[in-house]
């Protein structure tokens, strides 16, 4: 279980990278998204951005570890799953404190889950 686990997260840190390097840092994007007729991803691009700049991304990872260890059975894998690419991702988008917190609480998660089968 650990192992996907780490997987998830190292699916989130990909995709993050790609969002992170591909689409919302690079100075021709921000240029297309000033002018009048910006392409329709400017909307994804600024609501990303947003989101990691106001830490919704990792609080969301850290909220969902959490919940992964008050609930028990299906509802905690699921937590975890989402805690780990959350995790992940806002890694790349600038939350590095709170998302490696949610990531070193799930991974104690899985391995208690782990152990507890």
């Known amino acids: 279980m650990p192992i996907i686990g780490l997987a998830l997260a190292a ?12 689409l919302i840092e690079p100075v021709a994007r921000a240029a297309a998204c000033i002018e009048k007729t910006a392409p329709w991803w400017c909307l994804l691009r600024d609501a ?4 990691a700049q106001n830490y919704i991304i990792a609080g969301l990872a850290l ?5 992964s260890l008050l609930y028990r ?3 905690a894998i ?3 799953a989402i805690a780990m690419l959350l995790a992940g991702s806002g890694l790349y988008l600038y ?3 709170l998302s490696s917190v949610a990531l070193v609480i799930a991974l104690l998660r899985t391995a208690s889950l782990d152990r507890s089968r």
Do not use: F, M, N
């Not at 909220?63 to 919940?67: F, G």
């Open 48 to 51: 990303i951005r947003i989101a």
């Open 78 to 80: 699921a937590a975890l």
């Open 11 to 22: 699916a989130g840190a990909v995709a993050g990278e790609y969002l992170r390097h591909d």
């Open 63 to 67: 909220i969902a570890a959490i919940a």
């Open 73 to 75: 059975g299906k509802p």
């Open 95 to 97: 939350s590095t404190l």
